[in-house]
Nanobody
Framework: QVQLVESGGGLVPAGGSLRLSCAAS????????MGWFRQARGKEREFVVA????????TYADSVSGRFTVSGDIAKNTVYLQMNNLKPGDTAVYYC????????????????WGQGTQVTVSS
């Protein structure tokens, strides 16, 4: 099993920045890639970014490309999501996820999920 704990969410004005962290524990060596998803109130959860632990493969949703940057620290078993130039439309609960063998933007590919952290961007 793998446990994921997100942190770093909060309230920020439009144009501001936040950095989310996802700390993984347990059988982290069994995971191939990590992803971030988000879910706004009343909407379906959507893909944000996926990355391998080594950073050899990374893919972003078009809506965040150029503003968000994902990075990982294998030694700390932690993945970060740096979010810049935040917009009110980025307001959502952000979830970290891990996949053992899959790759991509579909939720079904991910085996483990965190509880989420709230990001609120004020206009």
């Amino acid at each position: 099993q793998v446990q994921l704990v997100e942190s770093g969410g909060g309230l920020v004005p439009a144009g501001g920045s936040l950095r989310l962290s996802c700390a993984a524990s347990g059988r982290t060596f069994s995971t191939y890639a990590m992803g971030w998803f988000r879910q706004a109130r009343g909407k379906e959860r959507e893909f944000v970014v996926a990355t391998t632990w080594t950073g050899s493969r990374t893919t972003y949703a078009d809506s965040v490309s150029g503003r968000f940057t994902v990075s990982g620290d294998i030694a700390k078993n932690t993945v970060y999501l740096q979010m810049n130039n935040l917009k009110p439309g980025d307001t959502a609960v952000y979830y970290c996820a891990a996949t053992r063998t899959g790759w991509g933007n579909r939720e079904a590919l991910y085996d483990y999920w965190g509880q989420g952290t709230q990001v609120t961007v004020s206009s």
